[in-house]
């Protein structure tokens, strides 16, 4: 039996390099995925989502990043969501310490009331922690459908999520993913996912041509080597 999916982009759609939050309709259960928010807090796209927040009944994250559950918090906190989150556990951990220090950098230097430590805190209490291939069935209102986390091989604990409706349909949700091997991360693994019915996916960096690592490393070390003979300060900074 055919499903009826629907999938609306809330903001990252449309050429734009926002946050990421889709609402993708299926069969009438409505996921969330991803629900960031931008380093300026813009409200515009915060009551997009206010307009359908009542509709959500799961929220899938990928990444611990602001641009991908910048909002959790948020929307826990303002919109009273009660819905089941799902995420991997290094999203989990890494994620509510990301949105503590987010908290604490803004509140230290001016009135900051988007959310606090506590909204924080109940926001993570609802999410389930998974594995990386642990399936899970959903129930109600989304009893048919399974969501399964894959590794996206850009940070540790990225997730392309694979969801499945009664063993037929395969969705497919991967932003952000890395498919070539890292020091300390494997790809994604893009051969296992064959012909889905509905691939949500996004083009960023298809351009960019990434040097070979060995002619990264030497380079790296160059400027370092460089900079510190020259009697300067080198500040090593590590993306999230």
Not at 116 to 131: G, R, Y
């Amino acid at each position: 039996m055919t499903s009826i999916i629907r999938l609306t982009p809330l903001s990252g759609g449309g050429g734009s390099q926002g946050p990421h939050s889709y609402l993708l309709n299926v069969d009438g259960f409505h996921i969330l995925l991803d629900c960031g928010w931008d380093s300026k807090f813009s409200m515009d796209y915060i009551n997009e989502l206010g307009k359908v927040a009542g509709k959500i009944d799961a929220i899938l994250l990928s990444y611990p990043d602001q641009l991908h559950l910048g909002a959790l918090p948020y929307l826990i906190g303002h919109f009273g969501m009660n819905c089941p989150v799902y995420a991997t556990v290094p999203v989990y951990k890494m994620g509510q310490m990301f949105l503590y220090d987010t908290f604490q950098s803004f509140h230290n230097v001016e009135d900051f009331n988007l959310y606090t430590l506590d909204e924080v805190d109940i926001a993570f209490d609802k999410i389930v922690q998974l594995k990386y291939n642990q399936s899970v069935s959903l129930r109600g209102k989304g009893e048919g459908i399974v969501i399964t986390p894959l590794p996206a091989g850009h940070m540790i604990g990225g997730t392309i999520w694979k969801i499945v409706k009664d063993g037929e349909e395969d969705i497919i949700y991967a932003v952000d993913y890395n498919y070539k091997k890292e020091r300390h991360l494997n790809g994604c693994e893009l051969d296992r996912i064959s012909r889905p019915s509905l691939l949500i996916t996004d083009a960023l960096n298809a351009t960019y041509q990434q040097p070979k690592r060995r002619q990264r490393d030497e380079q790296l070390m160059t400027n370092i080597l460089s900079t510190l003979r020259s009697n300067g300060n080198v500040l090593v900074c590590v993306d999230t």
